[in-house]
């Protein structure tokens, strides 16, 4: 490549981060999640108390164990909220979507070395991934997670130290702003090392002839071929031809992975520099898998195909191109695509993962298909981008979508009542001491009671809800489940009765339409205290609250 198409290329990587810039901006939401109120009200804790001593629960009323899983993430959310409020949280969201597309753009085409497909891929996977887009620690760890791949492929290709200490950084970065991602991680060096390990001894298998997967194609006698699949090595010359003519999924050796091995060890030892505990990192997914979280909650449930057709339609576009189009995939991006559609397919919080990771393989697969059939396309799109007319004609047309997404959320709120007792949170802070009550709430909303200073019985934070984080003893039959004895009140499975004796429940707070408050209503032990005047009544239509007569 000369200096001039060196130049073409910089002038366009500016052009599609200005671009990407100008789309991220109509995209962010501007409404809140659950997760949003106790991060700000966690970090606030943080900065107020240090980082000696985050073990123990300082929100619900039942003094319960945690682990402040992503303590550096709520540290720094809380910062920016004391700086500009809700904007600032906002515009922290649209700031770290922007980071996130440019990531996903630079890795793809590091990957592929096909800007144009990269810009166009790295558009699609924005726009899929604005239902995942939100003020949580995801957001962050999406733009980490997807350097790492940028990262391994820089460091397998000169090993400098740079990238290996970037590697490092990340890793310790992560398991303090997402420990809950920080297994995944890892998941990220498997694919290398697993073609390293095959590419030592190249062996074939006839698992699907339909699709000629993992069928070499060999320019001499089959039986050759047969001892290596019986384990014979042959000279190191008839390696090398047999992996230069692959058909179908191309096997490269680079030594260079052993030493990325000792990158991972190093990386896997930054778990004990978190304040949360030296062996919390290394047993929180395990717990939270063995928790049943997992099959309630609905971002951890399978994925319903039919009510995500985009989602559908993009992986489909994997397997069209494998198919029907002679181009050729590395088995470490064929690995990647089969283990990240796995897990999306079992839990749709995972469609995020899916995206990033595999859009860079996507671009590397399209660039493959044009680079064979059109070599001087990129070129020639290059060269047709950075005009002047281009530049103002889809410029144009980015602000266009931008301001049409923009428009409706200039008056949106950051959340609204129907969502959060807002009316009843204010209520209960003028008229009770919330401070020596035990108050019964519901999952959804127990976020907002915390951002509101009001003790919970349960909030979003749903692992600590769980007899496997908040055992006293680390056993889990110490523990309390009490996430699970608070969804069954809500979906009418058990009595609320006793559930209520069992933690001394002094008030609760409900939904006016939901199952809980059509049997509390008519039990003589309880009294509804809120709403009760026109004009309580007339602002709140949402939420209710009951008290204990004998209280």
Same mark, same amino acid.
């Given at each position: 490549?000369?200096?001039?198409? +060196?130049?073409?290329?910089?002038?366009?990587?500016?052009?599609?981060?200005?671009?990407?810039?100008?789309?991220?901006?109509?995209?962010?939401?501007?409404?809140?999640?659950?997760?949003?109120?106790?991060?700000?009200?966690?970090?606030?804790?943080?900065?107020?108390?240090?980082?000696?001593?985050?073990?123990?629960?300082?929100?619900?009323?039942?003094?319960?164990?945690?682990?402040?899983?992503?303590?550096?993430?709520?540290?720094?959310?809380?910062?920016?909220?004391?700086?500009?409020?809700? @904007?600032?949280?906002?515009?922290?969201?649209?700031?770290?979507?922007?980071?996130?597309?440019?990531?996903?753009?630079?890795?793809?085409?590091?990957?592929?070395?096909?800007?144009?497909?990269?810009?166009?891929?790295?558009?699609?996977?924005?726009?899929?991934?604005?239902?995942?887009?939100?003020?949580?620690?995801?957001?962050?760890?999406?733009? =980490? @997670?997807?350097?790492?791949?940028?990262?391994?492929?820089?460091?397998?290709?000169?090993?400098?130290?740079?990238?290996?200490?970037?590697?490092?950084? =990340?890793?310790?970065?992560?398991?303090?702003?997402?420990?809950?991602?920080?297994?995944?991680?890892?998941? @990220?060096? #498997?694919?290398?090392?697993?073609?390293?390990?095959?590419?030592?001894?190249?062996?074939?298998?006839?698992?699907?002839?339909?699709? /000629?997967?993992?069928?070499? +194609?060999?320019? +001499?006698?089959?039986?050759? #071929?047969?001892?290596?699949?019986?384990?014979?090595?042959?000279?190191?010359?008839?390696?090398?031809?047999?992996? !230069? !003519?692959?058909? /179908?999924?191309?096997?490269?050796?680079?030594? !260079?992975?052993?030493?990325?091995?000792?990158?991972?060890?190093?990386?896997?030892?930054?778990?004990?520099? $978190?304040?949360? *505990? $030296?062996?919390?990192?290394?047993?929180y997914l395990a717990k939270t898998m063995s928790g049943n979280t997992m099959q309630i909650i609905n971002e951890h449930k399978p994925l319903e195909l039919a009510e995500n057709k985009e989602f559908v339609a993009y992986f489909l576009i994997f397997i069209v191109i494998l198919t029907f189009i002679d181009v050729k995939i590395q088995l470490k991006h064929l690995l990647y695509y089969l283990g990240i559609l796995y897990l999306?397919?079992?839990?749709?919080?995972?469609?995020?993962?899916? @995206?990033?990771?595999?859009?860079?393989?996507?671009?590397?697969?399209?660039?493959?298909?044009?680079?064979?059939?059109?070599?001087?396309?990129?070129?020639?799109?290059?060269?047709?981008?950075?005009?002047?007319?281009?530049?103002?004609?889809?410029?144009?047309?980015?602000?266009?979508?931008?301001?049409?997404?923009? /428009?409706?959320?200039?008056?949106?709120?950051?959340?609204?009542?129907?969502?959060?007792?807002?009316?009843?949170?204010?209520?209960?802070?003028?008229?009770?001491?919330?401070?020596?009550?035990?108050?019964?709430?519901?999952?959804?909303?127990?976020?907002?009671?915390? =951002?509101?200073?009001?003790?919970?019985?349960?909030?979003?934070?749903?692992?600590?809800? $769980?007899?496997?984080?908040?055992?006293? $003893? *680390?056993?889990?039959?110490?523990?309390?489940?009490i996430f699970m004895e608070v969804q069954n009140i809500a979906t009418n499975t058990d009595d609320y009765r006793i559930t209520f004796d069992k933690y001394g429940i002094t008030h609760v707070i409900t939904y006016q339409d939901s199952n809980l408050n059509k049997k509390i209503k008519n039990n003589d032990n309880y009294e509804r205290i809120y709403p009760l005047t026109d004009e309580e009544k007339s602002k709140d239509n949402? =939420?209710?609250?009951?008290?204990?007569?004998?209280?």
């Amino acid at each position: 490549m000369n200096d001039k198409e +060196k130049n073409n290329r910089y002038k366009f990587h500016i052009i599609i981060c200005v671009f990407l810039t100008i789309f991220c901006i109509g995209l962010a939401p501007k409404g809140l999640q659950n997760d949003t109120f106790y991060t700000i009200r966690v970090g606030e804790y943080i900065a107020q108390n240090g980082i000696g001593n985050l073990t123990q629960d300082p929100f619900s009323w039942q003094e319960l164990p945690y682990t402040f899983p992503h303590w550096l993430y709520d540290f720094m959310m809380y910062n920016i909220y004391a700086l500009g409020g809700f @904007l600032g949280i906002y515009i922290s969201t649209i700031v770290l979507t922007i980071i996130l597309s440019y990531c996903i753009y630079f890795t793809s085409n590091k990957i592929s070395k096909n800007a144009p497909i990269s810009a166009i891929v790295t558009f699609m996977a924005v726009y899929l991934l604005v239902p995942y887009i939100a003020a949580r620690a995801q957001l962050v760890t999406f733009s =980490f @997670l997807t350097l790492t791949i940028y990262l391994i492929e820089k460091y397998l290709e000169n090993t400098k130290k740079r990238y290996a200490i970037g590697l490092i950084l =990340f890793s310790l970065l992560i398991v303090n702003m997402h420990m809950a991602v920080w297994p995944f991680f890892f998941v @990220l060096f #498997v694919p290398y090392l697993v073609e390293y390990f095959i590419s030592r001894d190249i062996i074939t298998f006839d698992l699907i002839p339909k699709f /000629k997967i993992l069928i070499y +194609k060999f320019k +001499k006698d089959y039986e050759k #071929v047969e001892k290596l699949q019986n384990g014979i090595k042959e000279n190191q010359k008839r390696r090398e031809e047999i992996k !230069n !003519n692959p058909y /179908k999924i191309q096997i490269k050796r680079n030594d !260079n992975v052993k030493k990325l091995f000792i990158v991972m060890l190093i990386c896997a030892t930054m778990g004990i520099f $978190t304040p949360t *505990g $030296t062996s919390t990192p290394y047993t929180y997914l395990a717990k939270t898998m063995s928790g049943n979280t997992m099959q309630i909650i609905n971002e951890h449930k399978p994925l319903e195909l039919a009510e995500n057709k985009e989602f559908v339609a993009y992986f489909l576009i994997f397997i069209v191109i494998l198919t029907f189009i002679d181009v050729k995939i590395q088995l470490k991006h064929l690995l990647y695509y089969l283990g990240i559609l796995y897990l999306a397919l079992n839990s749709r919080r995972q469609v995020s993962m899916f @995206l990033i990771i595999c859009t860079p393989i996507l671009a590397k697969i399209a660039a493959d298909i044009f680079e064979k059939y059109s070599p001087d396309l990129q070129k020639t799109v290059i060269n047709i981008i950075k005009s002047f007319y281009s530049v103002v004609i889809l410029g144009t047309v980015c602000i266009i979508i931008s301001m049409q997404n923009i /428009k409706p959320k200039i008056e949106e709120p950051y959340y609204k009542n129907q969502d959060y007792p807002i009316y009843a949170a204010e209520w209960m802070k003028e008229n009770l001491d919330v401070k020596n009550i035990k108050l019964f709430n519901e999952y959804n909303y127990g976020s907002y009671l915390i =951002f509101e200073g009001i003790p919970v019985m349960i909030d979003s934070r749903c692992d600590l809800y $769980t007899p496997q984080y908040n055992s006293p $003893t *680390g056993r889990e039959e110490d523990g309390k489940d009490i996430f699970m004895e608070v969804q069954n009140i809500a979906t009418n499975t058990d009595d609320y009765r006793i559930t209520f004796d069992k933690y001394g429940i002094t008030h609760v707070i409900t939904y006016q339409d939901s199952n809980l408050n059509k049997k509390i209503k008519n039990n003589d032990n309880y009294e509804r205290i809120y709403p009760l005047t026109d004009e309580e009544k007339s602002k709140d239509n949402r =939420f209710v609250i009951y008290a204990k007569k004998d209280v």
